[in-house]
């Protein structure tokens, strides 16, 4: 289903040292399926995060940041995650925020630590109360089945209407030091039924320490997870943590040395690819789309063009019909809100296609090749600003029926 | 076709004196249809209106505003408007413009005028070049049946893809003077094949001061066509035309006035039923959503939320199944950018069903209470803010297949 993302194998996801991963069957929404799981850490591990900007963000996500904001203090390290699938514990009030510290503390007693040293997660439907009985029952299990060559299950365990799990490994060289990264993600969009929630995990086996990894989060996010969008809605419950488990051999203490660069760029590499698998898997998704925005006055506005052209259902529904319907852009592109924006100066191309030339269609553009590149299953837009040297590029897919059915179907 | 929207008859369009409206068929982008309409003005009318603020504004808004810059400015009045349909003239650049002008020279010929004194007014494909030579043919035959009683006609002229005449007229008594009031629009959202715009012309036959007609549009479209979406997407041509023709005998020459007063609630609320028509008539709509954000601490902030609300497409698609899936309400007001916002202290409101209480679910809601309400084809969303006084209405429609069948349809 998902566009040119092969489902990933399991043999091909390497164990991180230094995290272990269990899951359970607790049969939160629905049963036989895999709802919990519990990814366990190394001493020495440390976790950096990031979270939705949703005012109504969910008990989750106020409790882990929370908790990080204790070890940012001073506070005892992070032990292990746990997440939860069928139910977001969103909307949910006080009642919300002691079910969620309810989770940590039975799986604290469980590992022997303090509840602040677990961080939970919670997708599913908004405003219901989370079973949290259902999920302290299940947590002897996960735990029971901690091993670190579990990863695909992890995939799986944290889906909710995602056609298929996302994952990822990869090996890197720095400065002698072999580093191995894995990570998963799950999309996309909110989904049926409010499965909200983008959430990503990703490990790797070096020493970094906190303040180097708390910059190193928002680095890698902002160029992957913050670049994606399936339909502009924000959910309750987004969540990106990044955990280096400290168990391999590269210790990283500063931003401006050069074993970080190496570990960001191999990072943000892996991120990108996880979170272009939840476009890919996007709800309908038929087709995968890059829109870069360049020449830009600052990397601000190059997004807000760039969101705005993603955002558009015409320009979406456009892009499943594979219709050069390459107006609707440009309506895009003006109403962005900015303000001073001179559209006579404004480039427009679709793939190598040259469309609109300072600010009118390109004398050159014939519509059988506009025609040619819609067709395709992955698709760049590229608008240049003539304001300066900024660039911003997002991640979409398109707009088709099947968005509709999977978003309106009712909630069973 | 449009919700609870029949379609107007004929008869009941009221003859507006100082106004003359004829139309021709010119074979713009398809045979045998109205899509060149010519409204004529007698002396002594004022006109003022409110334009898309899309930066890529077509190219018959920057000579519209030009003109009535230049009465604003002293010059001579406005003479005459017209409209075509099948092309928008956006994205065309400098010949755009001079095609623009060479429509307002064809006219000015006809009617003995300055070109600066027509308003050229255009809706359809962007990115391609006006069809000024069968505009320009098509203006005698337009000018030859010019009369009052054509209103009917007009509101058809108008149309791109929707699926039915927008029109409506009111009679309303000020200070002693019976003032005749009526209306047309075209809708909804940006339309296949790119028929871009949103038009609405409301005349009336009271004699209204320039300053105090350019203070009454502004007003009028505040609570009514800036108050709906159909999908978020603002066209290139938006424009909204208030005509007062002078042939009556109410005089306003004071915002201060009763009479203001009077005659801006009987514009404001024939330019609501305007606006309303054209979500009603949306593309794919199957229900009409009011949206009222209250207790805000500005109009601004409750704006920024109902919009939020209105332009999910989760939200949207929830509406289309009749699914009380209401979390995703809150989901959109917790995204829509308000920074402080206190969500424990929100209420939620579906028609008189108690949703949210204090930011959770109220301990009160039925989910069969919720689904009621859902089926219905009107339906009012209802979000309290506690945080002031400041309210604001946004109305739109559902997300439904069709929308997504009208716009991916390749353009024919």
């Known amino acids: 289903m998902a566009v040119n993302s092969p489902i990933p194998v399991a043999a091909d996801l390497k164990p991180v040292a230094g995290i272990e991963i269990g899951y359970a069957e607790a049969g939160i929404k629905k049963p036989n399926r895999k709802d919990v799981l519990v990814m366990k850490l190394a001493d020495g591990a440390t976790v950096a995060g990031v979270f939705t900007l949703n005012r109504f963000c969910a008990a989750p996500v106020q409790v882990s940041k929370d908790n990080l904001a204790a070890v940012q203090a ?16 969103a ?3 006080e009642e919300g925020l002691a079910r969620a510290q309810a989770t940590c503390a039975a799986l604290a007693a469980e590992l022997g630590c303090a509840p602040q040293q677990i961080l939970p997660f919670s997708t599913g439907v908004i405003l219901e109360p989370l ?24 995939a799986e365990a944290i889906m909710t209407t995602d056609t298929q799990p996302k994952a990822g490994s990869r090996t890197v060289d720095i400065a002698g030091h072999t580093v191995t990264l894995t990570g998963i993600s799950k999309g996309a969009g909110m989904i049926k039924p409010n499965m909200a929630t983008m959430l990503g995990y990703l490990a790797f086996d070096a020493k970094v320490a906190q303040p180097v990894l708390d910059v190193l989060v928002k680095q890698a996010a902002d160029q992957s997870f913050n ?6 809605d924000t959910s309750t419950n987004d969540s990106f943590m990044l955990i280096a488990t400290g168990a391999g051999t590269l210790e990283v203490n500063s ?21 272009q698998s939840i476009i890919r898997d996007g709800e309908g998704a038929t087709k995968f789309i890059s829109i870069t925005v360049e020449d830009g006055a600052s990397m601000e506005e190059c997004r807000k063009i760039a969101y705005s052209i993603a955002h558009s259902p015409l320009v979406k529904t456009a892009f499943f019909a594979s219709d050069p319907n390459l107006g609707r852009i440009l309506a895009a592109i003006g109403y962005a809100g900015v303000d001073d924006l001179d559209v006579s100066k404004i480039n427009l191309y679709l793939d190598d296609v040259w469309v609109a030339k300072n600010g009118g269609r390109n004398p050159d553009y014939k519509e059988e090749d506009g025609q040619r590149v819609m067709k395709q299953s992955e698709i760049t837009v590229r608008v240049k600003l003539a304001r300066g040297t900024a660039a911003s590029t997002v991640y979409t897919c398109d707009l088709s029926h099947d968005y509709v059915s999977i978003n309106a179907d009712y909630r069973s």
């Open 91 to 93: 909307g949910t009030g």
């Open 227 to 232: 670049c994606i969008t399936i339909d502009g």
């Open 74 to 89: 001073g506070g005892k390290a992070i032990r292990a995650l746990v997440v939860n699938t069928g139910n977001a514990n």
């Open 131 to 154: 079973p949290v009985e259902k999920i302290k029952a299940g947590l002897p299990a996960a735990v029971a089945n901690l091993k670190q060559d579990n990863w695909f299950n992890a």
């Open 255 to 275: 931003v401006d040395s050069p074993e970080y660069k190496a570990l960001a760029a191999a990072v943000t590499e892996l991120s990108v690819f996880l979170a």
